[in-house]
């Protein structure tokens, strides 16, 4: 079959979210998947409940036609922004860089961390097709068949980041219809020769797709599939590779959780790579959410529930848990270990609340950090050891200062970014493992581009011309945001612009200056003592307004 046709969604209010019948939710309500219906104390995510006859939603978008998965794509909608955004932390600024319409809803967003690799980033969707949704069948006489279940509807994106300076540069390369994504992860180590995407999908299948890079552009290619459970709902999975390093016995394993409460753990064959079931019990009462490595001790694995059960197991005897913690009051849903320190465990919940453990006492954690939303993601950021990223389902997403917490184990944050997303549900948000420096006029060499900026007193929209390696400069209207301190952002605009961002690529040259990516990067590397500030991409997307975000985060 040939490649899929782009699709132009209609036109969305904000107050009607389209056909996934995903309708707004009080704060102790947050999700959308309904898998069944569910108390207050239970609300699962992903909640796609009948809409209300009141307020019908616009016409659902045509029925795709059938095509191979992964296949070449077309173009999709994109739209340059240049708005700087308000952060909490002096010094901080948050600039949306480019939105990106995945027509179904997003709720997994990825970054590949493999050098040469880096520039690229996968998108997964989740859509619920109702019955009166899909084509008549024309052997039914009412036309509508209406014991035909609701059918869930995937779509993978792969994009590339172009360092160019495009108004756009996130380019889609590839897209393919798929079961709907719950989840997905790519390894940090290349198996086999290849960079593997792992995802979890509505079938109760986990599959490992492999990077396969042509002369001009790379595709994702089905490799092997493993089945959880047919009547399933694979949810979450993690790779136990998630720090750099691994010891050379140490085998490559998945762990991935279901809507039945159960935990699987899985081995990969590194020569094939084929995947073989190794242990699957049961873990939670109701959905297991989120499951995910020690990623320092890898016979260890986490696991968070909707019965709101924090739970750790030995996979040397899977089905006895080592802890059970019932410190959040509502489902766990995010856990992710820290990579850059032992005994550090981030985990997240319904319950509007981050907390940081101490692996070595989970009897409480050393901090609790309200978020004023479920958190459905956590992630570390790939360098720096204390901030963490956090995806908080209708209240945006929130980029957390841990330094001093970690360091000195007490209840010591700051919220460096703290983004909400009006009529949206943020349920991805991933790091990139590109990584910029900000430095002085005398050695600016990049920048991203030209972007519409918004300028809020005047009401207009303006274009930043910025200066692109190898141009002379050009005049600039520039509009540089710093925070003031009190949550504000101010902007300023000038003739010249004060500093440009250093992006350190695969093939930047070394020096006493500059990096690699592919070098390690730590917040103590004296190779970045000249840089006064670094920058870093990242992206979200969400619910609701069915939107891929890709931002950069300037701190000082």
């Known amino acids: 079959m040939g490649a899929l046709k782009a699709i132009e969604p209609e036109p969305r209010s904000p107050r009607r979210p389209g056909p996934l019948a995903l309708r707004p939710r009080s704060p102790r309500r947050p ?41 070449r794509p077309v173009s999709s909608t994109s739209v340059p922004t240049g708005s700087f955004s308000d952060c909490w932390a002096t010094g901080s600024r948050v600039l949306l860089l480019q939105t990106v319409d995945t ?16 520039h690229l980033l996968a998108c997964g969707t989740y859509q619920l097709r109702k019955p009166e949704d899909q084509p008549a069948d024309p052997e039914s ?43 997905m ?32 552009t790379y595709t994702l290619q089905p490799f092997s599939t493993f089945t959880l459970d047919k009547h399933c709902l694979a949810l979450s999975l993690d790779w136990s590779t998630g720090k750099t390093g691994r010891a050379n016995d140490q085998p490559l394993k998945i762990i991935s959780s279901d809507s039945r409460g159960k ?4 081995r990969v064959n ?127 997403f929130k980029i957390f200062n841990c330094r001093k917490a970690i360091e000195e184990k007490q209840e010591s ?9 009006p009529n949206s549900l943020v349920y991805g948000a991933d790091w990139s493992w590109l990584y910029f420096r900000h430095l002085p006029q005398t050695q600016q060499s990049f920048c991203l581009g030209s972007f519409p900026c918004s300028d809020p007193e005047a009401g207009t929209t303006e274009v930043c011309n910025q200066k692109v390696v190898g141009q002379s400069p ?54 970045l003592e000249g840089a006064n500030s670094d920058s870093t991409l990242l992206a979200t997307c969400s619910f609701y307004d069915h939107v891929l975000r890709l931002w950069k985060w300037q701190n000082s």
């Open 31 to 71: 999700g959308p998947l309904a898998l069944r219906p569910r108390s207050p104390r239970r609300p699962g995510p992903l909640a796609l409940r009948p809409r209300s006859p009141r307020r019908p939603g616009p016409a659902p978008p045509p029925i795709l036609a059938s095509s191979p998965r992964l296949c």
């Open 103 to 118: 027509e179904y809803t997003a709720d997994s967003v990825e970054w590949c961390p493999l050098e040469g690799c880096r």
């Open 141 to 183: 006489k009412s036309g509508l068949d209406i014991d035909e279940p609701q059918v869930r509807l995937g779509r993978l994106y792969l994009y590339s980041f172009n360092e160019d300076g495009s108004a756009c540069p996130l380019v889609e390369i590839q897209r393919g219809d798929t079961s709907a994504i719950l989840d």
């Open 185 to 216: 992860k790519w390894c940090h180590i290349p198996v086999a020769g290849h960079a593997l995407l792992c995802v979890a999908d509505a079938s109760g299948s986990i599959e490992l797709l492999r990077l396969v890079g042509s002369e001009n």
């Open 263 to 266: 935990l699987h753990l899985i």
């Open 270 to 396: 590194e020569a094939g790579p084929r995947l073989h079931d190794v242990a699957t019990w049961q873990a939670h009462h109701f959905e297991a959410w989120i499951a995910a490595f020690n990623y320092w001790q890898t016979e260890i694995v986490y696991s968070g529930g909707d019965d709101g059960l924090l739970k750790g197991w030995d996979t040397r005897t899977p089905g006895t848990s080592v802890f059970t913690s019932k410190r959040h009051s509502m489902g766990v849903c995010s856990i992710q270990s820290s990579p850059h320190r032992e005994n550090i465990l981030a985990t997240g919940s319904y319950d509007e609340h981050v907390l940081l453990w101490d692996t070595r006492n989970m009897k409480q954690p050393f901090a609790d950090m309200p978020v004023q939303g479920g958190v459905w993601r956590l992630k570390w950021h790939p360098f720096h050891y204390h901030l963490l990223l956090a995806a908080c389902m209708h209240n945006g």
């Open 413 to 421: 944050y700051t919220v460096s970014v703290s983004q909400t997303l």
């Open 474 to 527: 050009a005049p600039s209207s520039d509009h540089l945001a710093d925070n003031d301190g009190e949550g504000r952002t101010r902007l300023q605009r000038g003739g010249k612009p004060r500093s440009s961002f250093q992006l350190l690529t695969e093939n930047s040259k070394s020096s006493g200056q500059l990096h690699t990516v592919g070098s390690k990067i730590s917040d103590d590397d004296p190779r």
